[in-house]
Protein backbone atom coordinates (compact mmCIF):
# COMPACT_ATOMS: atom_id res chain seq x y z
CA UNK A 1 0.00 0.00 0.00
CA UNK A 2 3.17 2.25 -0.02
CA UNK A 3 3.71 2.34 -2.83
CA UNK A 4 0.18 3.62 -3.72
CA UNK A 5 -0.15 6.08 -0.87
CA UNK A 6 3.29 7.63 -0.91
CA UNK A 7 3.05 9.18 -4.36
CA UNK A 8 -0.65 10.41 -3.79
CA UNK A 9 0.71 12.15 -0.90
CA UNK A 10 3.80 13.60 -2.16
CA UNK A 11 1.81 14.87 -5.30
CA UNK A 12 0.58 17.42 -2.89
CA UNK A 13 3.62 18.07 -0.76
CA UNK A 14 5.64 18.54 -3.98
CA UNK A 15 3.00 20.32 -5.83
CA UNK A 16 2.64 23.08 -2.16
CA UNK A 17 6.29 23.67 -1.60
CA UNK A 18 6.85 24.24 -5.86
CA UNK A 19 4.18 27.03 -5.25
CA UNK A 20 6.74 28.53 -2.50
CA UNK A 21 10.08 30.89 -2.74
CA UNK A 22 12.44 27.43 -2.10
CA UNK A 23 14.06 30.25 0.37
CA UNK A 24 10.99 31.88 2.05
CA UNK A 25 10.58 30.83 5.74
CA UNK A 26 7.07 28.76 6.20
CA UNK A 27 4.91 30.04 8.80
CA UNK A 28 6.39 30.92 12.34
CA UNK A 29 9.06 28.59 11.85
CA UNK A 30 13.26 28.73 10.38
CA UNK A 31 12.34 26.11 8.11
CA UNK A 32 12.37 26.95 4.71
CA UNK A 33 10.39 25.67 1.85
CA UNK A 34 12.81 23.68 -0.37
CA UNK A 35 14.02 22.22 3.14
CA UNK A 36 10.62 21.09 4.19
CA UNK A 37 10.12 19.34 0.76
CA UNK A 38 13.49 17.54 1.32
CA UNK A 39 13.17 16.39 4.47
CA UNK A 40 9.29 15.39 4.38
CA UNK A 41 10.57 13.72 1.29
CA UNK A 42 13.43 11.67 2.89
CA UNK A 43 11.23 10.67 5.90
CA UNK A 44 8.39 9.19 3.92
CA UNK A 45 10.84 7.34 1.47
CA UNK A 46 12.79 6.06 4.87
CA UNK A 47 9.21 5.03 6.38
CA UNK A 48 9.40 1.11 6.42
CA UNK A 49 5.71 0.68 8.16
CA UNK A 50 3.03 2.12 9.49
CA UNK A 51 -0.53 2.24 10.74
CA UNK A 52 -3.63 4.05 8.79
CA UNK A 53 -7.17 4.52 10.24
CA UNK A 54 -9.41 5.97 8.22
CA UNK A 55 -13.59 7.40 8.08
CA UNK A 56 -14.91 8.18 4.96
CA UNK A 57 -18.12 9.57 4.71
CA UNK A 58 -19.68 9.48 1.23
CA UNK A 59 -23.18 10.75 -0.57
CA UNK A 60 -24.49 9.34 -3.91
CA UNK A 61 -27.30 10.23 -6.52
CA UNK A 62 -27.79 8.20 -9.70
CA UNK A 63 -30.33 9.81 -11.78
CA UNK A 64 -31.57 7.85 -15.27
CA UNK A 65 -34.38 9.45 -16.52
CA UNK A 66 -36.86 10.43 -14.60
CA UNK A 67 -35.55 7.96 -11.34
CA UNK A 68 -33.17 9.03 -9.00
CA UNK A 69 -31.64 6.74 -6.76
CA UNK A 70 -29.73 7.79 -3.52
CA UNK A 71 -26.99 6.28 -1.28
CA UNK A 72 -25.06 7.39 1.69
CA UNK A 73 -22.01 5.19 3.07
CA UNK A 74 -20.10 5.50 6.20
CA UNK A 75 -17.17 3.69 6.27
CA UNK A 76 -14.69 3.07 8.92
CA UNK A 77 -11.12 1.69 7.74
CA UNK A 78 -8.12 0.08 10.09
CA UNK A 79 -5.22 -0.68 8.03
CA UNK A 80 -1.25 -2.10 8.61
CA UNK A 81 1.24 -1.70 6.40
CA UNK A 82 4.76 -2.84 5.22
CA UNK A 83 6.61 -1.58 2.43
CA UNK A 84 9.17 -4.03 1.26
CA UNK A 85 7.91 -6.55 0.36
CA UNK A 86 4.70 -4.61 0.20
CA UNK A 87 2.53 -6.33 2.61
CA UNK A 88 -0.84 -5.30 4.42
CA UNK A 89 -3.93 -6.27 6.68
CA UNK A 90 -6.54 -4.35 6.67
CA UNK A 91 -10.37 -4.50 8.04
CA UNK A 92 -13.37 -2.12 7.11
CA UNK A 93 -16.84 -1.65 8.36
CA UNK A 94 -19.08 0.14 5.78
CA UNK A 95 -22.77 1.39 6.70
CA UNK A 96 -24.47 1.57 3.30
CA UNK A 97 -27.77 3.08 2.99
CA UNK A 98 -30.14 3.43 -0.03
CA UNK A 99 -32.08 6.79 0.96
CA UNK A 100 -35.60 4.65 0.09
CA UNK A 101 -35.00 2.19 2.58
CA UNK A 102 -35.66 1.77 6.25
CA UNK A 103 -32.50 0.32 7.21
CA UNK A 104 -28.62 0.20 6.81
CA UNK A 105 -26.63 -2.62 5.50
CA UNK A 106 -23.36 -3.15 7.18
CA UNK A 107 -20.79 -4.82 5.90
CA UNK A 108 -17.33 -5.89 7.20
CA UNK A 109 -14.45 -6.72 5.10
CA UNK A 110 -11.01 -7.91 6.05
CA UNK A 111 -8.20 -8.91 4.07
CA UNK A 112 -4.37 -9.95 3.30
CA UNK A 113 -2.01 -8.50 1.01
CA UNK A 114 1.04 -10.71 0.28
CA UNK A 115 4.06 -11.88 -1.71
CA UNK A 116 1.06 -14.91 -1.39
CA UNK A 117 -1.62 -12.70 -3.11
CA UNK A 118 -4.54 -10.41 -2.03
CA UNK A 119 -7.10 -12.77 0.28
CA UNK A 120 -10.68 -10.86 0.95
CA UNK A 121 -13.36 -11.70 2.92
CA UNK A 122 -16.70 -9.82 3.05
CA UNK A 123 -19.15 -10.22 5.75
CA UNK A 124 -22.33 -11.06 3.39
CA UNK A 125 -20.89 -13.90 1.77
CA UNK A 126 -18.67 -14.77 4.91
CA UNK A 127 -15.70 -16.50 2.35
CA UNK A 128 -12.16 -15.88 1.99
CA UNK A 129 -11.71 -15.16 -1.81
CA UNK A 130 -8.48 -14.85 -3.73
CA UNK A 131 -7.60 -12.05 -6.11
CA UNK A 132 -6.63 -13.90 -9.57
CA UNK A 133 -3.27 -13.57 -9.87
CA UNK A 134 -3.58 -11.33 -13.51
CA UNK A 135 -5.40 -9.07 -11.30
CA UNK A 136 -3.20 -8.74 -8.74
CA UNK A 137 0.15 -7.70 -10.96
CA UNK A 138 -2.34 -5.58 -12.18
CA UNK A 139 -2.97 -3.94 -8.75
CA UNK A 140 1.05 -4.80 -8.09
CA UNK A 141 1.73 -2.71 -11.78
CA UNK A 142 -0.36 0.23 -10.42
CA UNK A 143 1.60 0.69 -7.42
CA UNK A 144 4.94 0.72 -9.22
CA UNK A 145 3.93 3.15 -12.11
CA UNK A 146 3.05 6.03 -9.54
CA UNK A 147 5.85 5.70 -7.48
CA UNK A 148 8.00 7.82 -9.14
CA UNK A 149 7.24 11.52 -7.66
CA UNK A 150 9.49 13.48 -10.18
CA UNK A 151 7.03 12.32 -12.70
CA UNK A 152 4.26 12.80 -10.73
CA UNK A 153 5.19 16.61 -9.99
CA UNK A 154 5.58 16.95 -13.88
CA UNK A 155 1.66 16.54 -13.86
CA UNK A 156 0.72 18.80 -11.34
CA UNK A 157 3.00 21.91 -12.35
CA UNK A 158 0.06 23.96 -13.48
CA UNK A 159 -1.50 23.88 -10.35
CA UNK A 160 0.94 25.07 -8.17
CA UNK A 161 -0.15 28.68 -7.65
CA UNK A 162 -3.25 27.31 -5.76
CA UNK A 163 -1.38 25.53 -3.20
CA UNK A 164 -0.78 27.25 0.12
CA UNK A 165 1.59 26.09 3.48
CA UNK A 166 1.07 27.48 6.94
CA UNK A 167 1.37 26.11 10.63
CA UNK A 168 -1.00 24.61 13.19
CA UNK A 169 0.71 23.91 16.64
CA UNK A 170 3.58 21.36 16.45
CA UNK A 171 2.05 20.78 12.33
CA UNK A 172 3.31 22.08 8.71
CA UNK A 173 -0.49 22.11 7.47
CA UNK A 174 -0.26 21.94 3.40
CA UNK A 175 -3.55 22.87 1.99
CA UNK A 176 -4.97 22.98 -2.01
CA UNK A 177 -8.42 24.09 -3.29
CA UNK A 178 -8.94 23.15 -6.40
CA UNK A 179 -10.99 24.29 -8.71
CA UNK A 180 -11.55 24.87 -12.69
CA UNK A 181 -11.67 23.40 -16.21
CA UNK A 182 -7.87 22.29 -15.98
CA UNK A 183 -8.25 20.39 -12.92
CA UNK A 184 -11.27 18.61 -14.47
CA UNK A 185 -9.20 17.84 -17.68
CA UNK A 186 -6.32 16.36 -15.27
CA UNK A 187 -8.89 14.07 -13.04
CA UNK A 188 -10.18 12.83 -15.74
CA UNK A 189 -6.96 11.56 -17.38
CA UNK A 190 -6.24 10.11 -14.42
CA UNK A 191 -9.56 8.20 -14.18
CA UNK A 192 -9.43 6.73 -17.00
CA UNK A 193 -5.81 6.24 -17.19
CA UNK A 194 -6.86 3.23 -14.23
CA UNK A 195 -10.11 2.70 -15.71
CA UNK A 196 -7.85 1.15 -18.90
CA UNK A 197 -5.77 -0.66 -16.75
CA UNK A 198 -8.39 -2.36 -14.64
CA UNK A 199 -10.43 -2.78 -17.87
CA UNK A 200 -7.25 -5.47 -18.95
CA UNK A 201 -8.58 -5.35 -22.49
CA UNK A 202 -12.50 -5.10 -21.73
CA UNK A 203 -14.22 -2.15 -22.80
CA UNK A 204 -14.67 0.16 -19.80
CA UNK A 205 -17.30 2.56 -18.60
CA UNK A 206 -17.32 5.92 -20.63
CA UNK A 207 -17.28 9.14 -18.71
CA UNK A 208 -18.62 12.05 -19.15
CA UNK A 209 -18.64 15.75 -18.39
CA UNK A 210 -16.90 15.47 -15.29
CA UNK A 211 -17.38 18.48 -13.33
CA UNK A 212 -15.64 19.28 -9.62
CA UNK A 213 -17.94 21.64 -7.40
CA UNK A 214 -15.40 21.37 -4.86
CA UNK A 215 -12.17 19.78 -3.99
CA UNK A 216 -9.95 20.35 -1.05
CA UNK A 217 -6.69 18.53 0.69
CA UNK A 218 -5.28 19.15 3.49
CA UNK A 219 -1.93 17.20 5.19
CA UNK A 220 -0.59 17.69 8.26
CA UNK A 221 3.48 16.87 8.82
CA UNK A 222 4.96 16.74 12.07
CA UNK A 223 7.19 19.78 12.96
CA UNK A 224 10.03 17.15 14.55
CA UNK A 225 10.13 13.99 12.49
CA UNK A 226 8.44 15.30 9.40
CA UNK A 227 6.10 12.40 9.40
CA UNK A 228 2.80 13.01 7.45
CA UNK A 229 0.34 12.13 10.36
CA UNK A 230 -3.10 13.03 9.25
CA UNK A 231 -4.90 14.07 5.96
CA UNK A 232 -8.36 15.55 5.03
CA UNK A 233 -9.64 15.45 1.47
CA UNK A 234 -12.88 16.78 0.54
CA UNK A 235 -14.55 16.15 -2.91
CA UNK A 236 -17.53 17.46 -4.36
CA UNK A 237 -17.97 16.04 -8.31
CA UNK A 238 -20.71 15.58 -11.56
CA UNK A 239 -20.26 13.11 -13.88
CA UNK A 240 -22.20 11.24 -16.66
CA UNK A 241 -21.08 7.27 -16.76
CA UNK A 242 -22.68 5.82 -20.51
CA UNK A 243 -25.42 8.77 -20.57
CA UNK A 244 -26.32 8.27 -16.54
CA UNK A 245 -25.62 11.28 -14.31
CA UNK A 246 -24.18 10.88 -11.23
CA UNK A 247 -23.27 13.07 -8.25
CA UNK A 248 -20.82 12.28 -5.27
CA UNK A 249 -19.34 14.33 -2.01
CA UNK A 250 -16.95 12.80 -0.52
CA UNK A 251 -15.76 13.44 2.95
CA UNK A 252 -12.16 11.38 3.69
CA UNK A 253 -10.47 11.61 7.50
CA UNK A 254 -7.10 9.17 7.33
CA UNK A 255 -4.81 9.50 10.22
CA UNK A 256 -1.63 7.93 10.44
CA UNK A 257 0.21 6.27 13.25
CA UNK A 258 2.85 3.45 14.44
CA UNK A 259 5.64 4.51 12.20
CA UNK A 260 8.31 1.66 11.60
CA UNK A 261 6.65 -0.45 13.47
CA UNK A 262 4.34 -2.66 12.29
CA UNK A 263 4.68 -6.67 13.15
CA UNK A 264 5.23 -8.85 10.06
CA UNK A 265 2.12 -9.57 7.92
CA UNK A 266 1.43 -13.49 6.62
CA UNK A 267 -1.60 -14.91 5.98
CA UNK A 268 -2.74 -17.46 8.03
CA UNK A 269 -3.02 -20.77 6.65
CA UNK A 270 -6.52 -21.68 7.59
CA UNK A 271 -6.91 -18.47 4.85
CA UNK A 272 -4.92 -19.36 1.76
CA UNK A 273 -6.59 -23.02 2.66
CA UNK A 274 -10.01 -22.23 2.23
CA UNK A 275 -9.80 -19.24 0.30
CA UNK A 276 -11.97 -19.36 -3.35
CA UNK A 277 -10.57 -17.78 -6.22
CA UNK A 278 -12.50 -14.72 -7.15
Not at 8 to 15: A, F, P, Q, R, Y
Not at 117 to 135: A, C, D, H, I, V
Not at 152 to 163: A, G, I, R, T
Not at 189 to 197: D, G, H, P, R, Y
Amino acid sequence: MKKWFLPIVMLLVVGVLGACNANEKVGDSDVTAKELYEKTLKQQEALKSYSANGDIKQSMVFKNGEEEMSIDLLSDMKMDIIADPLSSYFTSTTKMKDVSAEEAMDIKMEGYMTDKGFYMKESTLNQWMKMPKEQYDVVLGSYKEQSDPSEQLKKLSEFVEDFKVDTEGDKYVLTLKAEGEKFTKFIKTEVEAQLEQMAQGAEKPAIDDMKFDDVEYVIYINKDNYNIEHMKTIMNMTMKVEGNEVKMKTDTDLKLSNFNSVKPITVPKEVTEKAQEM
